[in-house]
């Protein structure tokens, strides 16, 4: 899509996590830590360094307080106070663990919540940061660290195996959830935005069909006064045939509402007739889907069924059809050589269309994604065989989103091996979409038509 509308993308993750949001899940932190510590010292009897613990629980705190006092709850944090948000969270996180035992203390398993944040909503700078650090403090704690001891004295050890263990099992838990929560996250976003695009262009279609009946409409209105200006304004160049100045104006009227007719007969060609507006042949709804791209590079043939019942079906002429056509008759002229071809067919129960190109196909490699949104950074370098192409796979993600709306089943798959030779190739060698609909779902059936003015076949 050459004019594909500008939203928020995948590389700017900027302003999507509340400050209430850290704030909250801060307290609960503070909360549990200060439980924990005083449970610990007071039940299980454990000699820890209390105002030192709770100094930095206390700080926390402290820093929650000031942060709902310098913002408002509902402000969107910008990437680098999320990521100065985290990272203090990592360095009072380890030190409250250096002075209760290091990662022989099971709270050392909080180190994975930070870093999963930053991979969930953070850009991958940030959040590389964040895991970057969080392994460099897990690994200083394995080895430095204040050792838990009973008041008596008894220091509470665990075997080095058991030491190692506990620091590779946090190490891993780190990297497979942040890369887990990436991936999900991006997968999410990339799919929240290939819906935006997709609603902005849909209704971008609707306000063009809207505008299409408005127009129609004013062009039927204003045909009956154009009509009589017209009239009376060559009337009175009749009468004015000894007043050459008056004649010339009244000529001048004539001449100006015979533009305005031709203005409004131009901007009306889908005719007055509303029903036009909403069906029209199947073929017609094609050929208007594809006549932005018949002009380019590939010509477009529009090819009908040569045998059986050759009465056209009426379909209804949907947004979500002619847009969601559009993009796919777009991707073909995109990447097609020569040629891009068409086939219309019907059956009894089904509507079929089939594109197909003479370009080098579908890559194999991305054969089972078609359809689904790419929404990797796009290459910037100029690509002359395919100049409108943005390599997002948002154009065919909007198609089978818009066509399954009308109740259509796409089909993608190429029409020869795309490693055969130029020699064994057909003409008809590229990539093929198959778009099948049931008829009762898009078809205008007779009792909507009965009574109507039927548009030409």
């Not at 913002?71 to 203090?88: D, I, K, V």
Request: hydrophobic fraction near 50%; aromatic fraction near 6%; glycine fraction near 6%.
């Amino acid at each position: 899509m050459a004019d594909r509308p500008n939203f928020i993308g995948l590389a700017d993750r900027s302003n999507w996590v509340r400050l209430r949001t850290l704030v909250m899940l801060r307290w609960m932190a503070i909360c549990g830590q200060l439980a924990a510590i005083l449970i610990a010292s007071g039940y299980y009897d454990l000699a820890l360094n209390l105002p030192a613990a709770l100094f930095l629980v206390g700080l926390s705190a402290l820093a929650n307080v000031i942060s709902g006092v310098l913002y408002p709850e509902n402000r969107r944090l910008s990437e680098g106070e999320a990521l100065s948000l985290l990272l203090f969270d990592c360095f009072q996180l380890a030190a409250l663990l250096f002075l209760t035992g290091g990662l022989t203390n099971p709270f050392a398993l909080l180190f994975l919540a930070p870093a999963t944040i930053a991979a969930t909503a953070l850009e991958r700078r940030a959040t590389t940061i964040v895991v970057a650090l969080t392994l460099v403090l897990v690994t200083i704690l394995a080895v430095a660290h204040v050792p838990l001891k009973l008041r008596d004295g008894t220091a509470i050890t665990v075997p080095a195996l058991f030491g190692f263990g506990f620091w590779l099992a946090i190490v891993t838990g780190v990297l497979f959830l942040a890369l887990y929560a990436r991936r999900v996250s991006t997968e999410l976003h990339a799919m929240s935005d290939a819906l935006m695009a997709t609603q902005m262009a849909l209704a971008r279609e609707q306000k063009l069909t809207d505008l299409s009946g408005v127009v129609a409409a004013a062009a039927h209105e204003l045909g009956t006064p154009l009509a009589t200006i017209k009239l009376a304004s060559s009337e009175l160049a009749d009468e004015l045939a000894d007043r050459a100045d008056l004649r010339a104006d009244a000529e001048l009227i004539r001449d100006q509402a015979d533009r305005c007719r031709d203005i409004l007969r131009s901007m009306g060609r889908a005719g007055k007739d509303d029903l036009h507006m909403r069906a029209a042949p199947f073929a017609s709804v094609i050929q208007e889907a594809a006549e932005p791209h018949s002009q380019r590079k590939a010509r477009v043939h529009l090819l009908l069924p040569t045998g059986g019942d050759q009465r056209q079906p009426m379909v209804r002429r949907r947004p979500e059809i002619i847009h969601g056509l559009r993009n796919l008759v777009q991707n073909a002229v995109d990447f097609a050589r020569t040629s891009v071809w068409i086939d219309l067919d019907w059956t009894d129960h089904h509507l079929i269309l089939t594109i197909t190109d003479d370009g080098p196909g579908f890559p194999p490699a991305v054969l089972g994604r078609i359809g689904d949104p790419f929404m990797r950074q796009r290459d910037t370098r100029p690509d002359p065989s395919r100049p409108h192409y943005e390599g997002m796979g948002l154009g065919l993600f909007i198609a089978k989103t818009l066509l399954g709306r009308t109740g259509a089943r796409l089909e993608f798959t190429n029409a020869t091996d795309p490693f055969l030779s130029e020699e064994e190739r057909t003409a008809r060698c590229g990539a093929t979409v198959t778009v099948t609909w049931p008829r009762a779902l898009i078809e205008v059936g007779e009792a909507e038509l009965r009574g109507q003015n039927m548009p030409l076949q």
